[in-house]
């Protein structure tokens, strides 16, 4: 991946910023295939259809995306919920949350990531507005479900993407 500017956006997030410390982290998400949970309107997953091999959708309505984009040969819209995957057994390089970690009951979400990566997958997990009793980013007793479901924390930081906003990224290996 180069360090063009790709004009992404998701919320109020800037892409630029979020692949700029994917790549120097040694994220590369060309030639990969991705999962985008809880994809809400799409946005996301039609910028990294942009970017990868092929891209999947899920969200547990996506009526409303279809009607605004049908999907393409490297874009795929499903619906589905992130604890109940309509996908295949080792299907993915990564594994996309943005803003949804918190809504999820994650020991089940956690037992699908493990499904559905590949063995050197990475799931990878964005959060803008956290809750309370957090350690430097996330709540702590999200690390213990990680690790307790056997994901290794690869990298973790925190940008900002615009003045008045954090992004908060970890990276986890299963």
């Given at each position: 991946?180069?360090s063009?500017?790709?004009?992404?956006?998701?919320?109020n997030?800037?892409?630029?910023?979020?692949?700029?410390?994917?790549?120097?982290?040694?994220?590369?998400l060309?030639g990969?295939?991705?999962?985008?949970?809880?994809?809400?309107?799409?946005?996301?997953?039609?910028?990294?259809?942009?970017?990868?091999?092929?891209?999947?959708g899920?969200?547990?309505?996506?009526?409303?995306?279809?009607?605004?984009?049908?999907?393409?040969?490297h874009?795929?819209?499903?619906?589905?919920?992130?604890?109940h995957?309509?996908?295949?057994?080792?299907?993915?390089?990564?594994?996309?949350?943005?803003?949804c970690?918190?809504s999820?009951?994650?020991?089940?979400?956690?037992?699908?990531?493990d499904?559905?990566?590949?063995?050197?997958?990475?799931?990878?997990?964005?959060?803008?507005?956290?809750?309370?009793?957090?350690t430097?980013?996330?709540?702590?007793?999200w690390?213990?479900?990680w690790?307790s479901?056997?994901f290794?924390?690869?990298?973790?930081?925190?940008?900002?993407?615009?003045?008045?906003?954090?992004?908060?990224?970890?990276?986890?290996?299963?």
């Open positions: 991946m180069s063009t500017h790709y004009g992404i956006t998701k919320g997030a800037s892409m630029d910023i979020l692949l700029h410390h994917l790549e120097e982290r040694g994220i590369s060309s990969s295939t991705v999962l985008d949970l809880a994809c809400r309107d799409g946005t996301f997953t039609r910028h990294l259809s942009q970017l990868c091999q092929s891209v999947i899920v969200d547990a309505t996506t009526e409303r995306i279809i009607e605004r984009t049908p999907s393409t040969p874009t795929r819209y499903i619906r589905g919920l992130a604890e995957l309509p996908c295949e057994r080792n299907s993915f390089d990564y594994v996309f949350a943005w803003n970690w918190g999820f009951d994650r020991h089940k979400v956690l037992s699908e990531m499904r559905v990566l590949k063995p050197s997958g990475r799931l990878i997990i964005m959060e803008r507005q956290l809750p309370v009793q957090t430097d980013a996330f709540p702590f007793h690390y213990e479900e690790k479901a056997s290794n924390l690869q990298h973790e930081w925190s940008c900002s993407t615009k003045p008045t906003e954090q992004l908060h990224v970890v990276i986890l290996k299963r």
